[in-house]
Nanobody
Framework: QVQLVESGGGLVQAGGSLSLSCVAS????????MGWFRQAPGKEREFVAS????????SYVDSVKGRFTISGDTAKNTVTLQMNSLKPEDTAVYYC????????????WGQGTQVTVSS
């Protein structure tokens, strides 16, 4: 089992930046990939970005490409989502998730952190 704790959410004006962090603990050795997801009010949770645990492969949803950057620091068991040029439509609760080795889905989730972008 992997425990995940997010931090870094908050309120920012459109065009601003925020950095979200996710610290993993527990069975770190079993992590294959880390991801960020978000859920806006009244909408389903959607994929935002992911990174392989060794950091060599990243993936982004089209709506954030060129604005968000996901990175990892295995020495600190931390994954960061740097969000620039934020838009009101980025407002959501952001969740960190871990996909374990031999798993096809994200098995472990953090508690979420609120990001609000004002226009």
């Amino acid at each position: 089992q992997v425990q995940l704790v997010e931090s870094g959410g908050g309120l920012v004006q459109a065009g601003g930046s925020l950095s979200l962090s996710c610290v993993a603990s527990g069975s770190i050795f079993s992590i294959n990939r880390m991801g960020w997801f978000r859920q806006a009010p009244g909408k389903e949770r959607e994929f935002v970005a992911s990174i392989s645990w060794n950091g060599d492969r990243t993936s982004y949803v089209d709506s954030v490409k060129g604005r968000f950057t996901i990175s990892g620091d295995t020495a600190k068991n931390t994954v960061t989502l740097q969000m620039n040029s934020l838009k009101p439509e980025d407002t959501a609760v952001y969740y960190c998730a871990a996909r374990l080795v031999l798993s096809s889905k994200y098995d472990n989730w953090g508690q979420g952190t609120q990001v609000t972008v004002s226009s």
